[in-house]
């Protein structure tokens, strides 16, 4: 209980009758780096405000260190915020930028001054200090940001989309500071995104929300390897998807029927709700796809017409034909490859599936 | 293409308007003969009387009309010799005839000059190296109007009493120093020195606390009096006037040695139908006229003989009810020298700090 | 190739022109004129080019003249001080509070803007007045035995109606920068642990301040050269410098005279005007 810094009891958020957050719970530890994922409009955002206290909660309770915050005005919580859009002052230097949030803690000019070029200079800034802030890249931009908040030593740290705007070399370079960042300062950051690989490249925990809820809350590899819905199953990592019916129902698995009339077996889970005749979507990534050795006796294998060979570095991205209409993908290692792949272009191939790496979830009606 | 169409147009427009002006210029020259222009106050050319001198001498009167002194100028500084006669207030009598704008009078072809108020007919203003030039014909002093409800006892000297203290008003104009200079009894009010426009500016500085306001126009005046902002000031008769066809107990007064202002008919200098506008003139000045013209405007005349004409009783009031003293004080409107001077003294006044 | 240069640039070119001549027609030739007439002589009805330093060695030598400057100058200070405050609370109630009714009083802003000049100051009159408006409103609800002439003829009223017709050439501008100020800077002011109050010093306010600063210079300006009002309402010691600088034109017949006193209030101006944007740009460099 006590290592929660943030936490949010059944809280719901209603704008008229639009509701944005729908009974939610959640618990942020001290010291992690928790991801708030999902696309737009899944209420990521605003259950960031609602920490920050930029908004109230319609009902439920937000606790920060276990006191209840309902009613404290944004500039009392020790929570600080990197905007999406940075929002520096634009009528103030990157120093005075950065050491604006210290007046309010009643520290001299001075000091101000000195802890300002100190945390400018962690975020390699130190030069640019006494800029103009609006004549700053995007990244600079982003770099003050985080050291305006920082310097205030916030419990919470939470960040909008902060990488959003900036391009994908940068965003990258970024991501590996913020997630170094965190680590130093032990502070705990809650981060908002809709960039899965972001969430997994940086966060302790990811929480998936969809339509107001958290639809998984887990490790990065939980969330990513083992997904407990369609949806994070789907949203979480490229994912190929295989629409079937389930036609025989064993032990711990189940088999499904694809149009193509291939036979696939799927570990049941915790769905053992799977009756015969359920329609059912398969998830598998595409890295765990594997082209079978030739005549080779694997069970959950599918042929497929290779259509496309693409040259990704040290991995190939292969695009397969499966029956008349599916295209699945494959990825994998160049030197794992079959040799002379390159030849059977428009041939068939068998593909073989891996059971544990195949998801079933009961298709339609949403969650 | 279609610009050359354009442009053609435009030439070929210039073209026929700079022929219209051209033929209109004839066409109006033509007419010369049987017409006489003559500028002057609206109000004081009414077809009343202006259509019996049409008809009594064939010719057309070309009537211009003119709302200010300045614009008299104006009009003769621009207009060369469009009018044969023009009205001119006496304050500018000097500077027209200094300027060549008017030329002399034929006295013998206004027999009717010999009627005019004798103090008048010489007056110097209107004369240059021993010719007349302007013929007196209206004019009116600067009254003092007052609230009778309130004032009792009317003179200027009600204007500098503390019992009307923040209820006393003043005409913002130079000439108000000539009203004053006149009260404090000095004779040459429009010609004063440095020391005697101090005097005027401090008697004017210790007025100060009385006055409520500087007023500019004649309905800003009619307003306060009728709002009971102030009950008396230097003026004109027809602030008077209006104010009791506004059923106020509204009165006026002459100052012991008034201001007046005097307007006179000139003729303009190159004017081609001298004879006719000296008829016009002299015509002017019939009693039957200008009886006709004190009724219709309350300006006052130079004629006397217009009282045979008009109702017992009708001057009363009027600064025409007065005798040949009355008339020998007045000193009219003239010609300020130094009017820059006069004015900056004005502007010291206006600017000075009440306590 | 000039051509093609000359195509690329047309609309630039003919803006530049429009620019150019509104500059010399509308600014240039007036001010050279009146500068040019600065220095000649006049006499009687006639005014004589020369290069004469008369009419200004006049102006400085009269007390007149710095007495009806201060005058301006007192009259246009209190209206532009009134008018920033209550047009930038105006201004921020309109953009932050008013919801419902921004568009009502927006509106209710702007309409005296389309009625003329002389019409909102005469107004005042009506309302200032011995038997005016707010006088009759006093007396029948018995604050005052007898109607107050305190009200109407003094520096108040004239600085009453200015304000009143002036306050919109603050708010406007001080609104649109309000209007342009993103939620953002005033989250992460708050954010990062600003009351509302020092949000509004630190980070609003300055950041509206062009636009205060814009419509302040508008309102002094105007106010300084104003002359229907003080002569409409003004008491018997209100004179203003416009109203001296009227009275060459017209019944003094002084155009020199004229054109140098106005000259000299232009300068003034300038350099008040020059002033204040020097100490406004210091000051808030020294405390940012």
Redesign the interface.
Known sequence: MMDAVVRLDRVSKRFGSLVVLDDLSLEVRRGEFLTLLGESGCGKTTTLRIISGFEEPTDGAVYLNGRLVNAVPAYRRRVNTVFQNYALFPHMTVGENVEYGLRFDRVPRRERRRLAEEMLARVGLADKIDRQSTALSGGQMQRVALARALIKKPEVLLLDEPLSALDARLRKELQLELKRTQRETGITFVYVTHDQEEALVMSDRIAVMERGHIRQLGRPDDVFERPETLFVAEFVGASNKLDGRVVEIRHNSVIVALPSGDRLEAPTRSAGDLATGTDVRLIVRPEHLRVAADSSAATNVVRAVLEDIIYLGSDRKLTLRVGERLRIELQERGDRLPPCLGTRLGMTVDIEIPPDALYAFRKGRGE | MRQHDGLTRVVWFCRSAMVAAVFGAVAWSSAEAEELRILTWEGLADDAWIEPFEKAHDVKIQRTYVGSNDEYMAALAAGGTQYDTVVIVSSLAQTAIKAGFVEPVDLDKVPNFQMIYPEFRKAAFLQSDGEQYGVPTFWDIQPVTFNADVVDNCSFDALFDPKYKGKIAMWDDVSTLGDVASYMGFDNIWTLSDEQLTKVKQKMIEQKPLVRRYWSTGGEIIELFMSGEVVATNSWSYVTQALQDERMNAAQCAPERPTAWLDSHFIVAGSENRDLAHAFINYMLEPEVLAQIYEHSGFGVTNPEIAEHLPEGALQGSAMAQGPEFRSTIRFWEEIPRRGKYLEVWNEIKAASVD | MWQAKLQRHRIEIVCAIAAIGYLVVFIGLPYANVFAFSFWE?D??TLRPALSPENYARAFT???YR??IL?SAEVATIVTLVSSVLGYLLAYYLAVYAERWRNLLFFLLIVPLWTSFLLRAYIWKIIL????ILNSALTQAGVLDQ?A?FL??NKFSISIALIYIFLPFVALPVYAALEKI?R??V??????????W??FW??VF??TVPGLAAGAMVVFCLSFGDFITP?LLG???D?MIA??II??F?????WP?GSALAILVLLIVMLLVGLSVWIGRTV?RGR?
């Open positions: 006049k009687l009805y009269n007390d007149l007495q009806v005058n007045g011995r038997n005016g109607p002439s109407l003829y993103p953002g800077y989250e992460a002011s708050a954010d990062l642990g600003s009351p509302p020092a949000t630190h980070v300055p950041l002569s008491g018997t010691g004179i109203n001296v009275a060459q017209g019944a003094a017949y002084d005279f808030s940012a």
